[in-house]
Each structure stands twice: as structure tokens, then as C-alpha cells.
């Protein structure tokens, strides 16, 4: 699916149409469309009927095969935990699907979905046409996965395009990065999400949109669930830090996702920098009072200690030892910024 905020990014794609490279690697924040949007080039490079905007026809038999998720020269890699709907047969991350269903699902892409495209990348394609891979979100790939992509990457089959997603270039193999090429997917303009967001009903939109950090399939989706809850518990803290209070917070918000609070976090930080600084504020303007006095007190350097101990934390949020302990440590690491003044 192509967003309107898109329309511009889908244009200059189709430049690169004419010597397509064998592997793109589209990247930009979370939450703006970017697997609908390789998803969407990906059924266009298959389609048989191509439109003159570069967009697949979507009544050709590929495009009803893409659309039913069995297209034989199509295959779609992302970790279990993304897997929302039932995996078409040969799809990747799909097999054995009852054995793992008692178990967690993975966030992590592995080896063996890895592997596993060997078959798949060595036969002749259905059509004499292009084999495309997807696979996202690209940083998801453990170490063994990215090893065993690195391989294929190296000596790309003939005829075969792979597209990935990331939300962190920062979190990639740099031998990954080197043998892609990239294009960027930047956020919408506030005033594009905001009138999207409208259009779609979202009561509140320009808070929600700015809660979440101007990614508006983000906001969208938050504010379906209607739930503020967890939210305003941390932020409730993070306006009136103290030792004890952080406790109990850690206690109740451990079974928050766990990138989503330390995003929360971030983002109340930033507006705590720019209150300081330039006496405005972005994500949070429901708490402007709040910030305003924190700023006053706040010194500036323990202020930058703590948004770089936050920007660590992001990058093993999903990954942690022990949830609980992970946000008792963040939040009093936040609450000795702010005593320190």
C-alpha cells in the first residue's frame, strides 16, 4: 500500500526500475508505512500489467497470486512474532506452524529462514520473470541469519531482487549495508499525518500523532486501542521522579513492551532539552507545565548523561535479561538526573 506521504519516494523508485539492483534496503523511523510500501513495489515487479505509475495492475493472476500470499517467485521474510495472518505453503517463517504455537513467537529472523530460500532462489522461475525476496525489519536478523544473508547478498542469484526494511541502519551488519543499495523513507510532514489521521477518524489525531513521534500508521494504531494508560503512568513518574515512586513503577509497567517505554522515554527527554533550551516541546504539550519546572532545575550536562543512557537502552530494549529489573534501572537512572540538580 502506497501512503499519500509516499507519493514522492514511489516516483523517484521508479527510476531504478530500468538497472534494478539486486538487493535495496529501504530504511526510516518505525511506523510510517515502509513494509507496505516494498510489499506494494514488490507485487508491482511481479505484476504482468504493469500501470504507467509504476503501481501493479492488481487483476492479473500474479497480482491474485501475491494477494492470496502464494505467488511461486515471491517470498516474504520477517520474524513469527510478526506473522498475523496464516503463511502461504513455501512462505518463509510459515512452516510448523502448530509446533511453534505453543511456545512464544520469535523476534528474531534466523538461519533457517535463511536457509531455507536455497530452493527457492535455485529453480527456474514461474514466469520467466524476477524472484523477489522481502524481508523485514531487517535489524531483527540475528547473527547467524545475517552471516547466512551476507553469503547470499555476496553472489546474488540471477533474476532475483531482495528488498528490506529497517528502522536503524545503525543496527545493521556495515558488510549488509555495503551490498545494498539504500533508499530512504522519510517521516511525513506533521501536516500530511495529521490530515491522514483525520481522514481516518482518529479522534484527537494531533496528540496522538505527536505521542508518537509523527509516525502516523504508529498513532493510528495506538489510538485504536484507545489505551493511555501505560503511557501516562510513566509520564505521570517522569513528571515527579523520585526513588520510591520508580519502584512501583518498574512493578507495573514491566509488561510494557519494553522498546515502546524506552521510545516513551526518549521523546520526554527531548522535549526536556528542548524546554531548557529554547523553552518549546514537541511530543508532549499536555505536560508542558511539568517539563517547564523540571527544566528550570535540571542541569544540562546530566540531562545529555541521561538521553545517551536512554539511546543505549533502545538498542537492547528487545533483548533483556530481565524486564523488570531493565525498567527499575531506567527509571531510577532518570530519577538521579533530575535529583541531581
Not at 64 to 72: A, C, D, I, S, T
Not at 102 to 127: C, G, V, W, Y
Request: proline residues 6%.
Amino acid at each position: 500500500m502506497i501512503y499519500p506521504w509516499q507519493q514522492s519516494a514511489w516516483t523517484q523508485l521508479q527510476a531504478m526500475r530500468a538497472r534494478l539492483p539486486h538487493a535495496i534496503l529501504f530504511h526510516g523511523p518505525a511506523g510510517i508505512g515502509k513494509s507496505g510500501f516494498i510489499e506494494a513495489f514488490a507485487q508491482s515487479l511481479l505484476c504482468e500489467n504493469v500501470q504507467p505509475d509504476g503501481q501493479a495492475c492488481g487483476s492479473c493472476a500474479s497480482c491474485g497470486w501475491f494477494l492470496q500470499h502464494n505467488h511461486p517467485d515471491y517470498r516474504r521474510v520477517r520474524p513469527e512474532a510478526l506473522e498475523d495472518e496464516p503463511a502461504a505453503e513455501g512462505e518463509e517463517g510459515g512452516e510448523d506452524k502448530k509446533a511453534k504455537s505453543a511456545k512464544a513467537p520469535s523476534k528474531e529472523i534466523k538461519i533457517e529462514q535463511i536457509r531455507s530460500l536455497a530452493d527457492f532462489m535455485n529453480i527456474s522461475t514461474h514466469r520467466q520473470g524476477l524472484r523477489v525476496v522481502v524481508l523485514y525489519p531487517a535489524e531483527a536478523l540475528n547473527m547467524p541469519a545475517s552471516n547466512a544473508l551476507l553469503k547470499t547478498l555476496e553472489e546474488p542469484p540471477p533474476g532475483t531482487v531482495f528488498l528490506l526494511a529497517s528502522n536503524g541502519l545503525d543496527r545493521l551488519l556495515p558488510t549488509i549495508l555495503s551490498r545494498c543499495r539504500k533508499f530512504a523513507l522519510p517521516m511525513p510532514e506533521h501536516a500530511a499525518a495529521l490530515a491522514w489521521l483525520s481522514a481516518q477518524g482518529v479522534p484527537d489525531a494531533d496528540s496522538w500523532l505527536r505521542e508518537e513521534g509523527g509516525a502516523p500508521l504508529a498513532a493510528l494504531e495506538r489510538s485504536g486501542s484507545g489505551n493511555r494508560e501505560e503511557l501516562d503512568a510513566l509520564l505521570g513518574f517522569l513528571a515527579r521522579p523520585n526513588v520510591e515512586s520508580a519502584l512501583r513503577q518498574a512493578d507495573k509497567l514491566s509488561k510494557t513492551p519494553l522498546s515502546a517505554l524506552v521510545s516513551w522515554q526518549q521523546r520526554w527527554l527531548y522535549d526536556l532539552l528542548a524546554s531548557k533550551l529554547a523553552g518549546t516541546v514537541r511530543y508532549y504539550p499536555r505536560y508542558q507545565k511539568e517539563l517547564a519546572a523540571l527544566a528550570g532545575n535540571v542541569h544540562t550536562a546530566n540531562l545529555l548523561r541521561a538521553i545517551k543512557s536512554t539511546n543505549e537502552r533502545r538498542a537492547v530494549a528487545d533483548h533483556p535479561l530481565s524486564a523488570k529489573l531493565f525498567v527499575e534501572d531506567m527509571l531510577l537512572d532518570y530519577a538521579a538526573c533530575c535529583a541531581a540538580a
